[in-house]
């Protein structure tokens, strides 16, 4: 290993020159001459990439350094993800990829985290001999001693869900290197597991029980992110309006968090539609700091793939809800996830959920197709029948009915004077760019201001996927 110092980036990296930085000189970090070097690349969800922040922060506490640069780790990780199709495919293909660096450092260790470790035990050893360290979503407080363990060898498989895990009085903020987000928008985990078990889902399976953190831990979360020059908060759970912490609902979170001094947003995903009581809405509809926006899984528009998901809601009552929050928040922005090609699916189902994007006109959506996940109630119960080229057809057809829609969306905001929230600089360099309380992005002349703040400016034209401030 290297014995000099590496300076790595800090948190405002993507500020224009001559941005004072709001954070703290810590987000600056130097690599001790003998710190083991961690690499880590994370897979899947915001939840995923909250825990990366956290297994970092761990390891960190324990001397371990980030890098990012493979070529310079001790130990490589990945954190990943079980949701889609072919997530173990990518795993073992981008573990072989990093396999080179064994060459130029042959006590490389290779592990892996998150919800696919539950799954990959038992292949694990047969599949990818490489991989030593497998460690599950519930084990991350112990993760510095895990891979201490595996470096010295050993083979470590550690994936014991925990009914009670919530990281509590762990400080997942951590430290600036270790986060990926822009200083602006922080995200804080609120709740971890799920207990719905829709039939198509690996969730319960891979994190384990629904439990919600302690309000306190959330809250004294906010607040360092608010010291730290975040401006927006993204509360995050699996099915996150489900929060309940003894007797704290999640709409009396939402007020205690928008009660923090310096956040002045707040988000939060994925909300399960079922769990969206009228105190919900009435609580976002009346705390300015909560956007109106809401990503609302809907999966399918038919009642019959509703009741095979056992998604709990009929499409009737899924439109009532959309109703609801229209009535009360009428500039409200929604997003779904649409699944084709379920078990069963026909074309009739097919075109309910055509007709259910036409409804209710989503101003975005995530749309894939169904793929068999091995562990859950459809892969084991119900037959996969729908043939890979009818998923892809109609996978395209949603793609192209939402499209029209996602375009719609924006074009309507031209000519209106929208709050953005600016948080950084483009890829390319060339403009600002930022965030409407809908959640659209929009574009804006360099000098509009540093990231962090909130500027009121006209929408002078859309690009389809985002605006352009005139
Ligand atoms: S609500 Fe359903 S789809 Fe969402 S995480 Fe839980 S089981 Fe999975």
């Excluded at 956290?54 to 890098?67: K, S």
């Amino acid at each position: 290993m290297s014995s000099r110092l590496v300076q790595l980036r800090t948190s405002k990296s993507t500020a224009p020159a001559g941005t004072p930085p709001a954070a703290s000189s810590a987000d600056v970090d130097e690599i001790a001459p003998d710190a083991p070097r961690v690499y880590l690349e994370t897979l899947g969800c915001q939840m995923n990439e909250a825990d990366s922040a956290l297994i970092l922060g761990q390891l960190r506490e324990q001397g371990y350094a980030r890098v990012r640069d493979p070529a310079e780790a001790d130990v490589i990780l990945l954190n990943t993800c079980a949701v889609r199709e072919k997530a173990e495919d990518r795993v073992y293909g981008r573990t072989s990829q990093l396999l080179r660096h064994r060459q130029e450092n042959p006590g490389l260790v290779f592990g892996i985290t998150g919800c696919m470790a539950e799954h990959l035990r038992e292949r694990v050893t047969e599949r990818a001999p490489h991989i030593t360290l497998v460690v599950g979503p519930d084990s991350y407080r112990g993760i510095a001693e895990l891979v201490d363990r595996a470096r010295a060898g050993e083979r470590v498989i550690d994936v014991e869900l925990d009914k009670t895990e919530t990281y509590a009085g762990i400080d997942a903020l951590g430290s600036a290197v270790d986060r990926d987000d822009d200083g602006v928008s922080g995200q804080v985990t609120i709740q971890r597991g799920c207990d719905k078990f829709c039939t198509f889902c690996v969730v319960p399976f891979t994190r384990g029980r629904e439990r919600g953190v302690a309000p306190r831990d959330i809250l004294r979360q906010t607040r360092r992110l608010a010291e730290h020059g975040y401006r927006e908060v993204m509360l995050l759970g699996q099915t996150v309006n489900s929060y309940r912490y003894e007797d704290v609902s999640f709409a009396a979170l939402l007020r205690a968090v928008a009660a923090v001094d310096g956040i002045s947003r707040i988000r939060f995903t994925s909300p399960y539609p079922v769990d969206f009581s009228d105190e919900l809405i009435a609580t976002m509809a009346a705390l300015e700091a909560v956007c109106p926006q809401v990503h609302l899984p809907a999966q399918s528009g038919s009642d019959r793939m509703l009741a095979e998901m056992r998604r709990g809601y009929t499409r009737a009552e899924f439109v009532t809800l959309v109703r609801k929050l229209r009535t009360a928040m009428p500039e409200i922005a929604l997003s779904t996830d649409i699944m084709v090609g379920f078990c069963g699916e026909t074309e009739e189902d097919h075109a309910e959920t055509l007709s259910l994007l036409d409804e209710v006109r989503f101003d975005s959506a995530f749309m894939f197709r169904y793929s068999d996940r091995g562990i859950t109630y459809a892969s084991k119960k119900l037959a996969d029948d729908v043939p890979d080229e009818v998923k892809g057809r109609r996978l395209r057809e949603v793609i192209e009915l939402q499209e029209q829609h996602t375009r719609a969306s924006h074009e309507a905001r031209v000519g209106r004077t929208e709050e953005v929230l600016i948080s950084g600089v483009s890829r390319r360099g060339d403009c600002m760019v930022g965030r409407t309380p809908r959640f659209q992005r929009v574009l804006l002349p360099l000098d509009a201001g540093p990231p962090g703040t909130l500027v009121r400016v006209p929408i002078a034209r859309s690009t389809g996927h985002s605006l352009r401030a005139g």
